[in-house]
């Protein structure tokens, strides 16, 4: 070594530079993990560990020169100027850190046309619902084709989609497309860019599945939306029996491409819907009852609860399954059943979610259905409140859990907190029209009415033959006034009962007494036992409250699941000052206030 070298590597010595950088570059990896955990936790963007990353980069070298000029017999001083130039460096990072993680807490508010109409839908129905920019860390699981050869195997292929859905929403800071809104595309035409913006996601993950004997083989792409091209794709052909181990391993690749990261919020727990024995005739039965609990109609109902009771049959510890069945089972008594056969359906899902609940206390379907029945089958409101707050800190990302969280709190008076839940839960599920549905009557009870019409008209956009769609349109009507245009909507609704709530309401403040009277003689005649609520309704508009408390005294004793819209509901609101009122909120469990706006 030569003399120029020797006393170059002594003046390193005498400065401490190695010390420093060492120290410097330890606190740099403390700051960032620190800095890491907190961005997961709220969900701040990747740019905030970017700028954080370059400012501590800058300040390495600030570090190492401040060290080499002051390193005078082997210690270091360091005067005004160079920490004012140390602080500016933090104020900045700072700067940068509270910038971008103010914006990622700030509220979604998107522009009405951010969200377009499905493809046979002349007017655009957005509304509120989903980010202005789409996030990279986005993704949509379209239906999986099914190419086993058998219409009857399409279940598979769907319960296999809804798996990935399942498994993906584990990651923090991904969005995830729901089951719901994801599979409106099953074979659709549109290019990816246009299935993109629709969902609000920057990726796709399509995919194909052919099941035969014992071998599977799934084929899965992950799509970049923008503009079509590959991300990931592989091809898969197992054993049926190791079928659990590929879905993780896809899952694996996706998460694995999209640079995402398992959630460590406090409390939330990985969540899945496959039984805990792995038994996989149980877990294809349970996707069988999903599959049928989507037609959304009284048939899919009942041959769902069939399948779930299977499910729980073939394997007794299978929660998800229970859970399942706990929220068929309390649908089915709800809307489609009446007296005794009611109250078995309501005891089924009772027995349902405590089998849940005691195989699985951590599974946050378990506590959704029981919250499910606490509030619209027990009217135990608060009881439901905490158990969905519970299944939301299981599952913080669970869009589900954050519609009936709205719910309930709507119940409870509370609108303009349930207006930004069932919004939170749209930006996973922004095609769901009986979701507008419930936000519209949130937005009407906050007093935004405007946006009150469309958000229902958004949901008939989405479902036209939705059920009770028409009726709210024209209940919105009757509010303003306009008896010539709720007419025109309640003659909207599909046939059924709600079709003849909704002309019996409109007909009241319309000219034709006979035609009113009429309609509220059929309504009772028809619809006594199932519907008092409604009935309440009606002479609520006829400004007769004497008969209005009657008829919810009887929704009372009948347990009518209409008494949970009391405290947002602008039709009976318009009599909350009637002492009557608070005596039969208290009665019912619910608080005498509520937010809701001034009704007329």
Not at 355 to 384: C, F, M, V
Not at 414 to 438: E, I
Not at 473 to 500: F, N, S, Y
Not at 566 to 584: E, G, N, Q, T, V
Request: proline share 5%; charged share 20%.
């Amino acid at each position: 070594m030569n003399e120029a070298a020797a006393g170059f590597l002594a003046r390193l010595r005498q400065r401490k530079l190695v010390q420093w950088a060492i120290a410097y570059v330890a606190f740099a990896f403390a700051l960032l993990q620190g800095v890491d955990i907190v961005a997961q936790r709220f969900d701040w963007p990747a740019s905030v560990e970017r700028y954080l990353i370059l400012a501590l980069a800058i300040g390495f070298f600030v570090a190492l020169v401040f060290a080499w000029y002051h390193g005078e017999r082997g210690a270091q001083h360091v005067g005004s100027m160079e920490i004012m130039i140390l602080a500016l460096l933090l104020a900045i990072g700072g700067g940068f850190i509270w910038r971008f993680g103010a914006v990622a807490k700030a509220p979604h508010v998107v522009p009405a046309t951010a969200v377009a109409p499905p493809p046979q839908a002349a007017k655009p129905p957005g509304l509120l619902v989903a980010a202005t920019k789409i996030p990279e860390k986005s993704v949509a699981v379209l239906p999986f084709a099914n190419e086993s050869g058998k219409s009857d195997e399409q279940f598979f292929s769907d319960g296999l989609s809804e798996d990935l859905i399942t498994a993906l929403s584990q990651f923090a800071g991904l969005k995830v497309i729901s089951r719901n809104s994801a599979f409106q595309f099953r074979d659709s035409k549109d290019s990816s860019t246009k299935i993109g913006k629709l969902l609000g996601v920057a990726h796709l993950l399509e995919g194909s599945v052919q099941r035969g004997g014992d071998e599977v083989r799934i084929t899965a792409t992950l799509v970049n939306a923008g503009d079509g091209s590959i991300v990931w794709s592989q091809r898969y052909d197992k054993p049926y029996k190791d079928l659990f181990k590929l879905q993780d391993a896809i899952t694996q690749s996706v998460a694995g491409a999209l640079k995402a990261k398992l959630l460590t919020a406090p409390g939330a727990v990985v969540q899945s819907d496959r039984p805990p024995s792995g038994n996989l005739a149980a877990y294809t039965t349970y996707l069988r009852g999903v599959t049928e609990y989507a037609r959304v109609n009284e048939p899919g109902v009942r041959q769902a609860i069939d399948a779930f009771q299977s499910a729980v049959a073939i394997d007794p510890h299978y929660a998800a399954a229970w859970a399942a069945l706990s929220r068929a089972s309390a649908r089915l008594g709800a809307a489609y059943l009446g007296g005794a056969a009611q109250q078995q359906a309501y005891a089924q899902a009772r027995r349902a979610s405590d089998e849940a609940l005691q195989l699985a206390p951590d599974l946050a379907a378990a506590h959704s259905a029981r919250g499910y029945y606490l509030a619209y089958i027990g009217s135990d409101w608060n009881g439901a409140q905490s158990e969905i707050r519970r299944a939301l800190q299981l599952a913080p990302h669970d869009g589900d859990a954050k519609y009936l969280y709205g719910s309930v709190l709507a119940t409870l008076g509370q609108c303009g907190r349930a207006v930004d839940l069932v919004q939170q839960a749209l930006v996973t599920d922004p095609r769901n029209g009986n979701w507008y549905y419930a936000l519209s009557q949130y937005l009407a009870c906050d007093g935004r009415m405007a946006d009150a019409e469309q958000a229902v008209q958004t949901s008939i956009a989405l479902q036209p033959q939705g059920s009770s769609f028409h009726e709210w349109l024209a209940t919105l009507a009757i509010v303003r006034g306009d008896a010539k245009a709720a007419l025109a909507a309640a003659q909207q609704e599909p046939p059924g009962p709600w079709h003849d709530i909704a002309m019996a309401l409109a007909l009241q403040i319309g000219p034709d007494r006979a035609a009113a009277d009429a309609a509220l003689k059929h309504l009772i005649a028809q619809y006594a036992d199932v519907g008092p609520y409604q009935i309440a309704e009606v002479y609520a508009v006829r400004k007769d409250p004497d008969n209005l408390f009657k008829w919810l005294e009887h929704a009372a004793a009948a347990h009518d699941p209409g008494v949970s819209y009391l405290l947002y509901d602008p039709l009976i609101l318009r009599y909350r000052h009637d002492p009557r009122f608070a005596a039969f909120c208290k009665k019912v469990g619910l608080p005498t206030t509520t937010d809701a706006v001034a009704m007329k």
